[in-house]
């Protein structure tokens, strides 16, 4: 890659740098930086790590790379063997960084170790680094017959890893998931071994256990199968396996099984990106579905403001530091259409309004006038709009076809979410209008169309052709005009109009479409604030009819 960006420089609860508009990851003078006309190994990043505090880069020749400001250190781990090839992956952790060596295993290390005060003016650094055991093992060394079955043996090759706060986690080519916590240094004697997660293999006894891939961030993690099962562990969980393994008085029978949302089992999830509180889950047909907590009702799940229209997406006050929970474990989809949301915004406008509407939205919205949530008529309401927003294409999307807003990747970190998302726009535009109701001119002037453009003759068309004399006329004006336009251009008059031109046209092009966009009636326009009735058989008061 010719240039590695970063905006800001995470620190758990702070940010300490941020660059609004991006900013250039540099490398030491000697290391030249690859660009689009120079193909430099040593800085041509193929694989890179996002931590707390630092950000891990693999380069094409196996040089490690770790940046905790603009400028890299070259990781040179004593004792291992790091030559071309031999590293596999980084990972960067909450507080620890690391990466995978091709016979040697696992090793890690502070993510500041590099960055301390004696290394100030050093561009490559030799650092002591800790190894996880028993994860050196290479598949074809591996003696399934060896009754004495090595550390190794009973491990397996190591084949994906993930840092999280204080443990690395790992699966193995037996199918198996393991724990290490990262104390550092590690003891010389008698170090710790890696502590096996064995209530993951519980939960699919129906189907063979097969683990396809392995991710996770700070505090959570989810192991997905070739099954299409997505089983989840968090901090808790590794604390107990850990304990029970460590710990006197501490028994197996109290370790956590896996938490299994069933909205997440054999329904196409590809990935999981996860923050301090919540998740998003990206789908193979493009689509995100957030869940979790939003810490501060700051919008980290992307379906809107708690003081907004989150209440209508099924947002719910948790009671504690003003956050805002989902009442359900389906999940709400995030939604990327600026006209889902003006449905959203149009939707709680009619329910701040007076008359019948105030005793349900009193159930639903927050505010300083309003009584408190009830759970059961928020879940009811983010239950409909889910379900009416899964319409929004409908006439204009095929079965099986991509929609308007496809999401390539999904990102999660602290209280925050972020998505690479494909748009066709000619296809979204297509499902807008299948919600806007054209006014009576428009009908008109669509009826007429192509009724007075063009002369019909005899099945042709003809067009007026002008005299000999016009004709000259305009092909002198046309040179006057030539001439005239190549002399300004000469004294850069013509950019400066042009640049003045293309400012006022967009300009008014903004204006107009915005006080068309505010004229504008959709197909919610007349309709009320929804009566529904809840997941309880309870319906919601009101005297309109109940909104199936």
Known sequence: MSAFMTRSVRQGRGISRVAPQGRRLTFPL???????HLYEPSTAIAQFSSGRKHILGLADDGKVWQWNREEARLVKPLHVDVREGRVKRVFAGWDRASMYVTGTGIIYWPDDLLFRPEHEEADAVLIDTATVPGTSALHSSIDREDETMTQQARIGQVTNHIVLENYIIFTTTLNKIFLFRTDFPLPDLNPPEPVELTTFYMVTADVPFEIRDLQGSFRSFAVFTTSGGVLMGDRAMLDGFYAAAYEAGVTHASLAQPKVIPALQSNSITSIAFGDHHFQALRSDGTIVAYGTDPRACGALGLGLFEGTGPLRGLL???????????????????????MHRWLAEMKEKANQEGEVKARADMILVGPHRPGQNAAAV??????????????????????????????????????????????????????????????????ADAEEGGENAHDWHGGTWEDIDAPWDQLSKAVLGFYNWLWSLGRTFL??????????????????????????????????DQPFPRLRMRNGEVMPGEIEITE
């Open 492 to 525: 850069g008059l013509e950019a400066r109009d042009e640049r003045a031109e293309t400012d006022r046209k967009r300009k008014t092009e903004e204006k107009q479409g915005k006080d068309k966009r505010d004229t504008l009636r959709y197909t919610w326009s």
């Open 30 to 36: 000697a290391y030249p930086l690859t660009t689009k």
């Open 379 to 444: 879940t009811a309401m983010g239950d409909y709009f889910e379900r009416e927003g899964q319409k929004w294409e409908d006439g204009v999307k095929a079965e099986g076809e991509m929609g308007s807003y496809f999401v390539l990747k999904v990102a999660a970190a602290g209280w925050h979410s972020a998505a690479l998302v494909l748009v066709d726009e000619e296809k979204a535009e297509s499902a807008r209008l299948m919600h806007v109701i054209p006014s009576e001119a428009e009908k008109k």
């Open 317 to 339: 006050a948790s009671g504690f530091a003003s956050n805002a929970v989902l009442g359900n474990d389906e999940g709400r989809s995030v939604w990327f259409d600026p006209t």
